[in-house]
């Protein structure tokens, strides 16, 4: 019996983006990271290549979240108000191998923090580890384009990731980025078309395209999930078919999401079938995480530790296969 | 090789007399040749057409049962994504019960597992089948628990057994339940004539692509069909690389060899560990995915994403329309309608639990339509809204007179105070995710 693999190959490519900056090139990282350069779907590796591995980053907080679930406090208790220790201790302890900082606090109805004391968080955060840093902010307008100017101004150099910005509100943080050399994460809602009109739009701004990251948004799993995935597969197959609006790479917040969910807090004695909450926590998460990688994710943010060691052995386990083919 | 619609057309009976459905022969032999129906929905088709299209109306995968009453049904895809159309049949997910772990032990896991559900979206979850191994000696044993299953459980059974004899009185213990037969080796000429007498589907083990398609040959040639494929890995990466390239062989190169469901066992001790394979598995086309131990939240995980990624993308899931309590709410609670697409509802529940307060979430049966599109439809106006309303008895169980609709459809705010007397509409934030801050700056009570 002679079987012959079916290959497809492909016209496309995903762009490889680089993330942070050394002291050669203007920033203080102690190390860059590369995500993209996929020539075929996720994991196949017997008819294309993948230069990079998914990478996995975890997230600090410029001020506590109100709803953080009970199950994390285990974990990050002694650091959750203290962003530098803990971007540390996800570095150092578990792994991180980027930390995002999320600057939910600077929100008018979440502490309205100035964008000078977001721009010290960023500052500590920078001091604490050497990983590059994504900077996450929220969907409060002028807020936020007040905060990341300032956020891009004080990290200029240190081509941090930043996200996001969205259809409605793209211009200034897009020029932020431009004129402090960051790269920028792309947000739309579920939607290829309208991915694929952002995109545009930051082309049509002289965005340099290796500098753009897609967010198509995270639904976790049970909540929408499934709209994700399939719109991940769709912008995946359509970069690598050759179109140049949906070749970069993608991230994706698995960790934001599920942690949001009834899932990661109820306790098992008020949902008996649904197990025990300490380990569910992460399931979810996990669930949430690996379904994605499997859709095309390149750079995932992650909450709870046992994830991300999950995720990263995972990752350099199905990386192996490379050499298998 | 398979035929055009034009070829199938002449060996149909050109009446176009509509009974399958389709109003012409033409139309018929078209959508027979894109796989999109099947000879047997045409009842005038003659032997010979039959005997013709029988290769070529095949499904490119398989459909396999295991079981007798109420049987696990595997295989039949069409598709590599689901967003081409859709997956049709739900992988099926079990545990394995290895003898080593001892009578008393096994009982347990087999109440738990038998025992387990869970409802999600209004549907009963359930996992499906047991993997018994006899990994002792102890062929009594294995005899034993394989009765204890068929006793006290209505799952689909796979039988596991290094042993040919154990195999044997194996299926012929269970020979009503058309169990299936896992070979971790070559099946020898014992365990076909017995797959084929009892009517069992076999799972075929292989190494290697072309070892693999030379079993399936030789089982189809003693005359078992009902094959299940099992291409050994415990590397995630070339579990998905197989899976692809065996569903690929099967759906775009006809490769007949390749045309069945797929077997996945699961043998991480770390539970994590295991649910992400199994994860990376379910998406990526196993049909069969085995767990080593029961863990409730663990299957609550994975029966989760089994609905999710075989939700046909183009029939949304439903919630039931009702008025939905979020958190603890009492008649002075604000009350909210949505629709019941289950993406709109699970965001503005989740929106309305994360804004801290306790609400009344009034879901209208829009068939499953997100607002706008149902709004359009003329799913989700006034009218509608308003009879519904009435009809859940909503204004006897709140004291509120106030109602929040969606901002995005603010233009039908006139038109249900009008249906709706007695109550002032408000018209709500656009995005789920402004409610937190709407419900803070809006008085709803």
Redesign the interface.
Known sequence: MNFEIPKETNTGKVLEVTIGATSEHGGTRTHTVEIGGSTALPFHFFEGHHPHPPRVAMEVFDKKPEKYPALLLDYFGDVIDHPGDMAKKCVQEYGAEMISIRLDGTHPEKGNRSADEAAEVVRQVLDSVGVPIIITGHSHYEKINEVMKKVCEVTAGENCLISYVEKDNYKTIAAACLAYGHTIVAQTPIDVNLAKQLNILLTEMNFPREKMVMDPLTGALGYGLEYSYSIMERIRIDALAGDSMMTFPMLVNPGYESFRVKETRAPEKDYPDWGDLSLRGAYWEIGTAMSLLAAGADLLILYHPHTVATVKSKIEEMFEAKEGE | MALSGLDIFKLLPKTNCGDCGVPTCMAFAMKLAQKKAELSECPHASDEAKAALGAASEPPIRLIKIGRKNPLEVGNETVM???EKTFFHQPGIGIQLRISEGEERLREKIEDFEG?????VGEELKPDLFLITQDSQDKSLFLKILELVKQSSRKAVILDSPDEDARKAGVELLKDERTAIFLRQEATQTDLELAKTHDCPVVLTAAA??EL??RV?KAKQAGVQDLILNLETT????R??HN??LR??AL??N?K?FGYPLFTQIFSE????A???A??S???YDSIIVLPEY????????L??R???Y?D?QKPIQVDAKVYPIGEPTPESPVFVTTNFS?TY??VS?EI??SGISAHLVVCDTEGQSVLTAWAAGKFVGETIAKFIKEAGLEQQVKTRKIVIPGFVSQISGDLEENLPGWEVIVGCQ?A??I??FV?NVQLT
């Open positions: 994504f689901r967003h387990y559900s869970v409802e999600r692509y072309d398609a030379s040959e590397n995630t990466g070339l998905l690389q692809t390239i690929r062989s775009k190169k490769f060899p770390n539970a994590y560990d649910l992400a394979s994860t990376a379910l998406c990526k863990d409730k939240a663990l299957l609550y995980a994975l989760t994403l609905q999710n990624i939700t993308p993406l699970f965001i989740g639990e994360n995005e995710s402004d937190p801050s803070k």
